[in-house]
């Protein structure tokens, strides 16, 4: 190897871990920054179907409303399989940091800024779903809501992707921080409404695929994979052994050894009361 080549690739180790734990502090310390980059990171795929929409190629195919309708569909799908995955991705960037042994990202704190993203990352799909919903009623059935109605009783995979989105509906409306404090306790027990809402939504995607098509089938494993990490991890932390989402543990009980010996003798002698003659 050319030494120039050897030099190039000290300084990269040396620099990157040095780059990774100035950005994950800037993540950490800066909410409204992770937010945004979020945000542009989740406009990207928007903009992408918009752009392919307007294309010549697009526009002369068959049935131009069919891909209107199929991708605003699909990114909210992967948006809320992103929004499931972002505890365990935080948990495992932890497992990684400390057998990596880095110089940051070993604590759960670290990674705080993961659990920050989940808002925008659910409402950004919640805002594809309305999208795909709106598409199917104005350019699909032309505002016909008797047509709807029958959709919904004669075509199954309607009538579950109508369900999904009914139970996202609350969970978007009540994202805010004011009904966070106004739910208090019942807010985390409104929003469990998120796993029958993407198991539906996965089937909604299963049922509307034509034969042969296995991406619908690559969701609903990825889903099985979320769903069963997160039974597995409320299983543990029934047993008080798992720790919680907010990055706090459990509180565990001390239990101090018991003094033998001459310490047992000491700690005999401070303890017995004297008693008067």
Not at 142 to 160: C, I
Request: with cysteine; aromatic share 10%.
């Amino acid at each position: 190897m050319p030494v120039w080549i050897s030099i190039k690739m000290s300084d990269f180790r040396a620099v990157f871990p040095d780059f990774v734990a100035r950005s994950l502090r800037l993540l950490n310390r800066s909410p409204r920054f992770a937010f945004w980059l979020a945000c542009v990171v989740m406009a990207i795929p928007t903009a992408l179907t918009l752009a392919g929409m307007v294309q010549p190629a697009a526009i002369a195919v068959v049935n131009p409303v069919d891909i209107m309708l199929r991708d605003p569909g699909r990114i909210s799908l992967v948006l809320l399989l992103i929004a499931l995955a972002i505890a365990p991705l935080r948990q495992l960037s932890v497992e990684l940091a400390t057998s990596f042994d880095c110089r940051y990202g070993k604590r759960m704190s670290d990674w705080n800024w993961l659990l920050r993203l989940r808002r925008p990352v659910g409402v950004a799909s919640f805002i594809h779903a309305v999208a795909h919903l709106a598409i199917y009623i104005v350019f699909d059935l032309d505002l016909r809501m008797q047509e709807f109605t029958l959709d919904l009783r004669d075509k199954p995979f309607v009538a579950v992707g109508t369900a999904s989105f009914l139970m996202l509906l609350p969970l978007a409306l009540t994202s805010t921080d004011g009904w966070m404090r106004r739910m208090g306790p019942y807010w985390k027990r409104l929003h469990w409404l998120i796993y029958p809402a993407a198991v539906l939504a996965a089937l909604h995607f299963i049922l509307l695929a034509k034969p042969g098509v296995q991406q619908p089938l690559v969701f609903a494993v990825l889903l099985a994979l979320l769903l069963g990490h997160r039974m597995a991890g409320r299983r543990r932390q029934t047993r008080g052994v798992q720790e919680q989402d907010d990055g706090t543990f459990p509180e565990r009980t001390i239990v101090t050894p018991r003094p033998r010996g001459l310490q047992a003798k000491a700690s005999h002698m401070i303890h017995t009361p004297t008693t008067k003659s």
